[in-house]
């Protein structure tokens, strides 16, 4: 057996988020294993991270054993795509030493959120959030003081396992990219919800409801002033680095 490094990208609208779920649950995790188990593959996998219901991905990353007769790799990702599309597609396999391991090598992971101010639209609304107006400046502000290290205990939803909420955001930004508003985060790692905690903020920074200082008091770990999560549908995640 060797091991594949999987990169690949899926249409979160129709999931039930990204990691294996009990019964016949629609999962990413779930319609994959499906999808090796019909092609002789057995073997768990790993993944570079989850992502919650309704968030997609564009460069999502696993690694997985694989038998010695899928030597044929582009016949091996040709065979995945008949049988995943098209709500997932295999975007690149690539043969990697056994050691390799897309969670614990990566050394960051990069997250976009997408907004609008256009006319709604019901053919992106499941992959675009549409808002009535937003403040650039106010956003392009605010979102700075989220980079370096922080503890975001109030940033996250409450659940799992995490023994530090420490966390370190090597870039946060917020841009015009064609028609559409573009969030972007760059960090080692981040906490269950905390990217959609962010945005929310943000955005209500942009109306109006809350300003800088209340950031700075809850990013500070001060005052804990909002738990709302945006919603899903604007997440993406972009890009694993290792």
């Known amino acids: 057996m060797f091991k594949l490094k999987i990169t690949l990208s899926y249409d979160g ?28 593959i057995k073997e768990k996998f790993n993944a570079s991270g989850r992502t919650d219901s309704g968030v997609h991905a564009t460069r999502q990353v696993i690694d997985i054993m694989v038998p010695l007769y899928w030597s044929d790799l582009e016949k091996l990702k040709k065979h995945i795509n008949h049988k995943a599309k098209p709500d997932i597609y295999i975007k690149s396999i690539e043969k990697v030493d056994k050691s390799f391991h897309s969670r ?20 992106r609304s499941r992959y675009i959030l ?50 559409v508003y573009v969030f972007l985060f760059e960090a080692s790692g981040y906490l269950r919800s905390q990217i959609r905690m962010m945005v929310d903020f943000l955005l209500k920074i942009s109306d109006g409801v809350y300003c800088e200082d209340d950031l700075k008091n809850q990013l500070s770990c001060k005052k804990k002033i909002s738990s709302d999560l945006v919603l899903p549908n604007g997440l993406y995640l972009s890009r694993i680095v290792y």
């Open 130 to 179: 549409h808002v009535d107006r937003v403040d650039e400046q106010k956003i392009k502000s605010a979102i700075k003081l989220f980079k370096g290290s922080h503890n975001f205990e109030y940033f996250k939803k409450n659940g799992g396992n995490v023994t530090s909420f420490v966390r370190e955001i090597y870039k946060a930004e917020f841009y015009a990219y064609d028609d």
């Open 13 to 40: 609208s129709i999931f039930n988020g990204f990691q294996v779920q009990s019964g016949s649950a629609n999962t990413v995790s779930n319609k994959l294993y499906k999808i090796f188990t019909s092609l002789g």
């Open 104 to 123: 614990f090598d990566a050394k960051q992971r990069v997250y976009r959120y997408l907004i609008s101010t256009k006319e709604f639209d019901v053919f």
